[in-house]
C-alpha cells in the first residue's frame, strides 16, 4: 500500500468511493445527501490517499485543530476487511502526530465504531441526532502521545 496526498484530479475517485460505500446505503444514506469533498475542503483539510497496483484503496481526511478530526476514512468496499483500514487508520494517527495534534477526535458512523475501538480509540460520549442524521453517533477520542 502507498500513500499519496490527493489532487484535484484525484476527486472524482474519492467521490466515487464515498458514494458506492455500501455503509452509506440503507439507514444511513441521508447522511452523505448532496455531499461531494470540495476542491476547497481537499486544500483546507489533510487529505492522504491509499493506492497499490490494483488502484485506489481508500482514504482518509484530517481537520486540523485541537483535538484533530478524522473527518473521513474510507476503505473502498471491494477492498476491506484486509487490513487496509487498520493501515490507513495508522497513518491518519501518524499524520495527526505530524500536525502537532495531542488528541484525535472521531464522530463515528455507528456500525464502525468497533473498528474505532479496535484500533485503541476510546468512547467518549454521542452526538444527538440533528437535521437529516435521525441517528445518535459515537464519539471517539484518541490520545496520541
Ligand atoms: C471501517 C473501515 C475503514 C475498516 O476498514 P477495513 O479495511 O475493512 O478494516 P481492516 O481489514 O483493516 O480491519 C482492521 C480490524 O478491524 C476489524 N473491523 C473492520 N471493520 C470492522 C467493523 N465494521 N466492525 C468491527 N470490526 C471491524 C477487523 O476485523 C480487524 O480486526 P483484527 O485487527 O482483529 O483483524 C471500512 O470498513 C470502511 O471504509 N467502511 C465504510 C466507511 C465508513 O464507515 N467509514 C467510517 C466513517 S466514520
Known sequence: MR???PTVGDLPTLNRI????RAYQGQYAPMLVGYAISA????RDHFELAEDDKGVIGFFSLTPGEPVE???MFVAD???????GGQLFQAAVGAARGMGGVRMLIVSN?????????????????????GRVTWARPILHLDLN
Not at 476547497?40 to 486544500?43: I, K
Open 3 to 5: 500513500l499519496r496526498r
Open 18 to 21: 464515498l458514494k458506492e460505500s
Open 40 to 43: 476547497d475542503q481537499l486544500a
Open 70 to 72: 478524522l473527518d473521513l
Open 78 to 84: 471491494a477492498r476491506q476487511g484486509q487490513g487496509f
Open 110 to 130: 455507528p456500525p464502525a465504531e468497533s473498528f474505532y475501538l479496535r484500533q485503541g480509540a476510546r468512547r467518549v460520549g454521542e452526538a444527538p441526532p440533528g
